[in-house]
């Protein structure tokens, strides 16, 4: 097939690789607008971007496609159908429906749980036992299109969103390649009215520990926004980044450090904390942090 593949980060080059590897002809990629990064705050281009580069495929950043010349130019390219992952722009309806099968979307929910911006993180927070990617057939509200396939994956007790997102950009390449199969052949499904929920952009003011809550809400919690914007707590003035942790059958002082190398008491139960991450330091295993880190039992984290 003819098509134009629309990515930014690291887990769309998974769904670019392999429908290259499938042989279908990728005419053009579309990703965001190199950014200003590191110390000499030189553009950077986005990781699509740049594996496309490196295969020379023609790489397109507009800023949106409110200019008709973009729009013209996308139209040109006569494509069968687009691929949308991750891509960061909202595309209008003209432009869903350039292509002769329109554009599909790797979601990585199974909708209509979890439209919206952070469905990974979302599904951990919410203690959810499963997840997977959603190939959708694209429509002008928010994840509400048809969904041609869909593949699903449990969510171990150890996931985090680093982890889960690794997982589900390997399985959303695997079932998009699938789904170009697909697309001459079958009517994609529509989504159910019942059981809509929405992934709310995460927001920095939720990554604060609260530790009145019960210690199976904060290990969702925490594993959720991990590794970013990562779960913090603080202990003498300095903030602690919560990385992994495990569910501890012993009840203490709500935030007090209640065991070692590090369990704190949490509103019901506590966590074991097996990964963190202090103020200028990378992350690390507890035993590894624990070297120099003044605090032992009794001491209270807030």
């Known amino acids: 097939m003819r098509i134009a593949f629309m990515g930014t980060p690291d887990f769309s080059v998974s769904a670019l690789r392999a429908i290259l590897s499938a ?19 030189k553009e950077k281009p986005s990781a699509v971007h740049a594996f496309a ?9 507009p800023l949106n496609f409110k200019n008709a010349n973009e729009r013209q130019h996308f139209k040109d ?14 595309l209008p309806q003209e432009i869903l429906d350039t292509p002769k099968f329109g554009c599909l979307n790797i979601h990585a929910s199974l909708l209509p749980r979890w439209r919206g911006a952070a469905p990974l993180q979302r599904a951990i927070m919410a ?34 969103a680093g982890s889960l997102h690794d997982k589900l950009s390997i399985l959303g390449a695997k079932a998009i390649v699938q789904a170009l199969d697909l697309l001459p052949v079958v009517d994609p499904r529509v989504q159910d ?7 709310a952009k995460i927001d920095k003011s939720e990554a604060r520990i609260n530790w009145n809550e019960t210690a199976a809400n904060l290990k969702n919690h925490i594993h959720g926004l991990s590794p970013f914007p990562g779960a ?26 209640v065991g070692e190398p590090l369990i704190i008491a949490c509103g019901d139960k506590s966590l074991i904390i ?29």
């Open 23 to 41: 042989g279908h002809d990728v005419v053009a990629v579309y990703s965001q607008p190199p950014r200003r990064a590191g110390r000499g705050k």
């Open 53 to 61: 580069e490196k295969l020379g495929i023609p790489v397109h950043t």
């Open 77 to 90: 390219l006569d494509l069968d159908v687009a691929i949308v992952v991750a891509y960061g722009l909202i």
């Open 127 to 160: 203690g959810d036992q499963q997840t997977g990617v959603g190939i959708m057939q694209m429509e002008a509200g928010l994840d509400t299109g048809p969904v041609l396939l869909e593949k699903r994956i449990d969510i171990t007790q150890d996931d985090t």
């Open 193 to 199: 009215i019942e059981g809509i929920t929405y992934a």
């Open 232 to 257: 913090w707590t603080e202990i003498s003035g300095e903030r602690l980044k919560i990385i992994n942790v495990e569910v501890f059958d012993k009840s203490g002082p709500v935030g007090q450090m």
């Open 274 to 302: 097996k990964r963190a991450q202090r103020a200028g330091k990378g992350p690390m295993d507890i035993e590894a942090l624990m070297n120099g880190f003044d605090v032992k039992k009794g001491s209270q984290f807030s």
